[in-house]
């Protein structure tokens, strides 16, 4: 797939839409369809950080219409077949519609931010072409809300990606003496704003909180108000801070460069914007992960980027004395702590959400992918002979021969058959593999995979929880055919892509719908932990290896629909898992007929849930449930069980 991005500005550019933009090129270049990414920018400077692999970054067309129109033009005549185009700005929408005149049919998805969708822009002609997109990614929900009340789109077309940060670059640390000594700061109480200050962007709430410093100094003598930026806006607000009486307590550092952000961020005491005009705010985000406290507004985007309260202070910008309550609030709490639910925003998780967006959009517009990108690779001679040398006897003996040259042979399979490698899972099911998972046995959990299978009809709907890269989802959705659907859950984003891959491979994504989310037994949030000692698994507490992810329960996903047959395999949650499916279970027009539950014993208390053989055969039980064990044995005859197969008893 080839995508074509129109953006205003990314890499080599400060800000939060060129972190937006950068964030977003990166995570489709990342996408297992991608094949190229060609991004035009319109503003900003020539690159200076390392591009992704995939990404072609023109830049000829910077700061001139005219250029970058004909930069547009070039890539068109170039080579018009583009699958995607992604238009990073609604006065972009004229030259992203220039495709059609060249015969390119490719669907049109515009990603809107803030202010500048909020309402119609001065141009009558991209007032007219947002109408006609076909689809858009929103920052926020309320930048959603603003551009669906004017722009009239079909709803069904929309979508959501909050922001990202990349904790890396942040995190907490002790203050910069350097700074300190600059701005003449040490040992005072430091408030902050930092942002653009320009005539056009008066909404970020910069007057309001000059308007209340001399109350707060009555109340806390050593405040300091430092507001990092710069822009045309930045002489009145000098000015109206000397006719306040506060030049004392106010500082302009001036433009800093993107690298001295963290340091400065680190200088704040707490961290005030109660703007009202806000379409996200990365910024929040970058003073919460330097362990910064935060006062958002309630009014704007930023309320989603403090998570409607979890992670900063809300206030109204129209009232002086919340504002002023907010601050002291916030001055209260203790620095340096960075909130482990800040996790949602990670870079990771970002890259999911637009992975997920594009899988959706594919299969809710019906817009198709190119041919290339979906070639089936059947298993190859070389491929076949290394495994046969490999599990020679006296190699297997010599294990250290293999672990030395695997790197080597990961790369040289990965160029012979980049499409995958087909492996004949169990004798009966061919399924596409990506390369780098090309150890796994063709002899895949022969006994519960004889079970499921058998079990499974034309037509069927599935629910796959706990999918991991996607075995039993590709040989699940081959054998329910068209007229079925599998539902695959899998929160772990490695095991995710994998499975995305390999679904695309095998090109049974007209009945895959994949959710990156744990199953539980009331949706929320968990905390999750990825990889820790060789397995993923839910975490009962926050911890350093640990981070949020969104939860479902099985009665949500399939509330009022059918369900034919589920496996489950949660590493220690199946409980969990079973009580959020307890309507479904005690329904019996709508509730599986066979669930296979891969049962761990040893992770019960490590997940954190009071779990045992017995609680899960009382709750399959209560559902009228018989539960064997894949020998065929009645389950409560068995004391240690593995695995149960649990089947709907008639009437």
């Not at 002790?174 to 902050?192: E, H, I, K, W």
């Not at 050593?222 to 000397?242: H, W």
Request: hydrophobic share 40%; glycine share 8%; aromatic share 8%.
């Amino acid at each position: 797939m080839r995508i074509l991005a129109l953006i205003t500005d990314a890499f080599g550019q400060n800000g939060g839409i060129a972190q937006f933009n950068r964030d977003l090129l990166r995570a489709v270049c990342t996408y297992p369809n991608c094949e190229e990414v060609v991004a035009v920018a319109y503003s900003g400077c020539h690159p200076v950080e390392s591009l992704p692999a995939k990404l072609t970054f023109k830049t000829k067309g910077i700061d001139n219409k005219i250029k970058y129109v004909l930069s547009v033009l070039s890539q068109l005549t170039y080579n018009s077949k583009f699958d995607l185009i992604l238009c990073g700005h609604i006065h972009l929408l004229p030259a992203a519609f220039l495709s059609r005149f060249f015969g390119v049919r490719a669907p049109i998805v515009l990603t809107v931010y803030g202010v500048d969708a909020w309402r119609p822009t001065r141009s009558w002609i991209a007032n007219r072409l947002a109408k006609k997109i076909d689809a858009f990614i929103s920052i926020s929900n309320v930048t959603e809300k603003k551009f669906l009340d004017w722009a009239k789109i079909n709803a069904t077309r929309r979508f959501l990606l909050p922001a990202s940060i990349e904790m890396d670059h942040f995190g907490r640390d002790a203050p910069n003496s350097r700074l300190l000594d600059r701005y003449g700061l040490l040992g005072r109480t430091v408030l902050m704003t930092l942002g653009r200050l320009s005539a056009r962007d008066k909404y970020k709430g910069v007057d309001q909180v000059l308007e209340l410093i001399p109350e707060l100094a009555r109340e806390i003598p050593n405040v300091a108000y430092l507001i990092v930026g710069d822009g045309d806006d930045r002489t009145r607000l000098e000015e109206k801070a000397k006719a306040l009486g506060i030049k004392n307590q106010v500082i302009f550092t001036g433009f800093i460069d993107e690298s001295e952000k963290a340091d400065h961020l680190r200088l704040a005491d707490a961290f005030v914007m109660p703007g009202w005009g806000e379409g996200f705010g990365i910024v929040y985000l970058e003073a919460l992960a330097c362990g910064v406290p935060v006062v958002a507004s309630k009014a704007d985007g930023s309320r989603e980027a403090v998570l409607n309260g979890q992670l900063g202070i809300l206030v109204d910008p129209e009232n002086p004395e919340e504002i002023k309550a907010g601050i002291l609030e916030a001055l209260k709490k203790p620095k340096g702590i960075v909130p482990a639910a800040l996790s949602y925003f990670s870079y990771e998780n970002f890259e999911t959400r637009l992975h997920q967006i594009l899988d959706k959009f594919f299969v809710n517009t019906g817009a198709k992918l190119s041919v290339s990108s979906r070639r089936l690779t059947p298993i190859h001679p070389v491929e076949k002979f290394c495994r046969w040398i490999r599990h020679l006897p006296w190699l297997e003996r010599l294990r250290w021969i293999w672990e030395s040259i695997r790197p080597s042979y990961d790369r040289f399979s990965s160029f012979l058959y980049p499409t995958g490698v087909t492996w004949n899972i169990n004798g009966t099911d061919p399924i596409v593999l990506s390369p780098c998972l090309r150890m796994i046995s063709e002899n895949h959990e022969p006994q519960a995979w004889k079970i499921i299978m058998s079990e499974v009809k034309a037509g069927d709907t599935v629910a796959d929880v706990g999918a991991h890269v996607g075995i039993y989802t590709v040989a699940l959705a081959k054998r329910v055919g068209k007229s079925g659907r599998i539902v695959a859950f899998e929160p772990d984003p490695l095991n995710f892509n994998l499975l995305r891959r390999h679904v695309d491979l095998n090109v049974v994504d007209d009945r895959v719908e994949l959710m990156r989310v744990a199953v539980n037994a009331r949706g929320g949030h968990v905390q999750f932990c990825f990889g820790k000692d060789g397995y993923s698994h839910v975490s009962p507490a926050s911890a350093n290896d640990t981070c949020l992810v969104e939860c479902a329960s099985i009665d949500q996903v399939f509330s009022n629909k059918k369900l034919d047959l589920m496996k489950i395999d949660v590493e220690g949650y199946e409980e969990e898992v079973l009580k959020g499916a307890s309507s479904l279970l005690k329904d019996k027009s709508r509730g599986p007929r066979i669930m296979y539950i891969e049962l761990h014993p040893w992770a019960w208390k490590q997940v954190g849930v009071e779990s045992s053989n017995e609680s899960i055969l009382r709750i399959l039980g209560q559902c009228n449930y018989r539960v064997l064990s894949l020998e065929g044995q009645p389950a409560d005859e068995i004391e240690s069980l593995e695995a149960m197969v649990a089947y709907r008893r008639n009437g």
